[in-house]
């Protein structure tokens, strides 16, 4: 079965940072093509960032030279590294398995200050 736990969330200040990680069950990470999506409040899924098997990676406009993704194979976990926060990153932040489609409950990141 497929599961995803998000972790890392929480409240910073503009131009902060912080580092959200994914831990992955019943899959083998690194076989898969991974997203990370968010929601703000009253606003639909977007699109972050997607890593696919072979390590390449992906960004959205809105974050690209801000954020990161990568993985640790060994660890079978996903992480998003959030630099230079801004107010428009509040969102609810999700991990996805692109195969599945399969998400994990979210971790809240609030930019404010």
């Known amino acids: 079965e497929v599961q995803l736990v998000e972790s890392g969330g929480g409240l910073v200040q503009p131009g902060g940072s912080l580092r959200l990680s994914c831990e992955a069950s019943g899959f083998t990470l690194s076989s898969d093509t991974m997203e990370w999506v968010r929601q703000a409040p009253g606003k639909g899924l977007e699109w972050v960032s997607t890593?696919?098997?072979?390590?390449?990676?992906y960004y959205a406009d809105s974050v690209k030279g801000r954020f990161t993704v990568s993985r640790d194979n060994a660890k079978n976990t996903l992480f998003l590294q959030l630099n230079n926060l801004k107010t428009e990153d509040t969102a609810m932040y999700y991990c996805?398995?692109?195969?599945?489609?399969?998400r994990g409950q979210g971790t809240q990141v609030t930019v404010s200050s």
């Open positions: 890593i696919n098997s072979i390590g390449t990676t």
């Open positions: 996805r398995n692109l195969r599945t489609m399969i």
